[in-house]
């Protein structure tokens, strides 16, 4: 489970693949093959969550690092970039960008305050 | 606190908005006011969680609806479409889609296995 705070000391990694619908399963077997055999090992690691389209046109990782650095980090690693590789071979574009979550609302709970922005 | 989960009975939306960065905490304290005023009083509301990209050229919205009955109904409110076609004067795109979630990893809790795709 994965939870979403506005106060929370992640850096939000929100990558968004675009794919042929039909490779899109092909595309979500290889981000939980990547995340499970590498990136859960790489220091800075936090979360990943992997979700499909409704459409079948797009997958977006969702994921959580500790720091902008840790990520970063990661990025420059030969293994990581392998798989990276392997990963573009199946989706047409990535697109990945850090966030910071400014405000969360809910029903089941108070809303927090937008954090400074 | 919004919770992602595998096996969640939630309909996920991922809104990806483009805007120019001049204009990105202005796009962020609209959603976050027709969050607070609106959406957060239709039926089947259950998250909105909203982003900002570092770069500042994106506004992401990870929300939560019941159901995908919930949220095509909710798209279909004359007040929801009002406050729709404000965030649209300050975004240059929107990039709404549903989706589900396939799988969750993470360092401080058991994967949860892939949900069927």
Redesign the interface.
Known sequence: ?????ADAPVA?L?N?FTVEPAR??EL??AL?QA??QL??GIPG???????????G??V?N?AQWAS?EHFQAMLQRPDAQQHMGEIMRIADNTEP?????????????A??P?AG?
């Open positions: 489970m994965t939870t979403i705070q939000t929100i968004v899109q399963a979500v077997a939980n995340t499970e990136f859960v690691f936090v979360s990943a969550n992997i979700h499909a389209s409704l459409d046109a797009r977006v969702y902008p960008r850090l966030f910071i979550v400014c405000a969360t609302h809910s029903v089941s709970a809303t927090t937008p922005r």
